[in-house]
């Protein structure tokens, strides 16, 4: 049977451990041995304790826990050939020739570079002695099938990442929270939720809340932005309500391409408005905490299919994202959807914010 490696890379989000523990489960039933390569592309590159072969209660009573418990890391090694050289290595020595990457996009597209990179790491292997000729052949093709796994729901090619669903339930929580106390003190707060150059979290927390206005890198605002938000502040207040809540992405910028931040938001307000204002920045308790159902079963589907698409991949078939379109786990090109992704982010830094919508589609 094949032998496949399964590992967490990048930042950790709620849903990972359900991905886990669908590869190995699926795998073992598949009759495919499943390591666990822990601490993410370090593990690899270390080999030794962080590659261990699974069993069917490894992944035992991870379900319902957030973060990964197998670890994960941003790891510079990697980025060195030396480090994929050792990575290589370590995956040869153990029979590995299948990988399931759950990462962002940064990590997913290091993979692939990996798995381009893996003949010529294995004929360097051979000649510095440190795996056989015959090792060489029968590992001669390196399979890949990424799952992307972010809060941000910042990857092009799937309606929703592993771990976005479960920090928008934790963001809206906080809100609700934080709404009680500013309601008994008639007071403004700016929330900064994270997602990078992403707008996701912070517009779907607006809708979800009713905030009364929403900051995100996608729909920069005009040079009038402080006197239009101040109105509509003042507005809330008219119609008679007794807070305000402006929702700041950490990514916002203006429409020169400037960030927006928290405190000149706030600084804004207490300017021109008399309303007693506050800063919460939520951090990193949006990426924390249990999982949902939906990212549960979103991790479990995508892990099962990884499975499929492993054991179906031969020397022809691409690299596979494992992504969601509507509501179907489906394999799309990796390569598309890392392209795609990069194309959004430059379309972004020249400010042409109509194509980078066009470019996400419904994402
Ligand atoms: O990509 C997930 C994310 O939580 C972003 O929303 C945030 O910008 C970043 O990671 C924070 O990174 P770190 O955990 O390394 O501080």
Known sequence: GRAIGVFTSGGDSQGMNA????VVRMGMTC?????????????????????????????SGILQLGGTVIGSARCKDFRQREGRLKAACNLVTHGITNIC?????????????????????????????KITKEQQIKHSHLNIVGLVGSIDNDFCGTDMTIGADSALHRIVDCVDAI????????????????????????????????ADWIFIPEHPPGDDWEEKMCQRLNNARMWGNRLNVIIVSEGAIDCHGKPITSQQVKDAICRKLDID????????VQRGGSPSAFDRILGTRMGAE?????????????????????????????????????????????LDFDRAAKLRGRT
């Open 31 to 59: 009759g495919a041995k499943v390591f666990l390569i822990h601490e993410g592309y370090q593990g690899m590159v270390d080999g030794g304790e962080n590659i261990k072969e699974a069993a069917w209660d490894s992944v």
């Open 306 to 350: 990884a499975v499929l698409a492993l054991l179906e991949a031969t020397p022809d078939t691409p690299a596979y994202v494992v992504s969601l379109d509507g509501n179907q786990a489906v394999r799309v090109p990796l390569m598309e959807c890392v392209k795609k992704t990069q194309e959004v982010q430059k379309a972004m830094d020249n």
């Open 19 to 22: 991905a886990v523990r669908a």
């Open 101 to 129: 990457a759950i990462g962002g996009d940064g990590s997913l597209t290091g993979a692939n570079l990996f798995r381009e990179e893996w003949p010529s790491l294995l004929e360097e292997l051979v000649q510095n002695d």
């Open 179 to 210: 709404s009680t106390t500013a309601v008994s003190h008639q007071r403004a707060f700016v929330l900064e939720v994270m997602g990078r150059h992403c707008g996701y979290l912070a517009l779907v927390t607006g809708l979800a809340c009713g």
């Open 277 to 284: 204002t506050r800063i919460t920045v939520l951090g990193h």
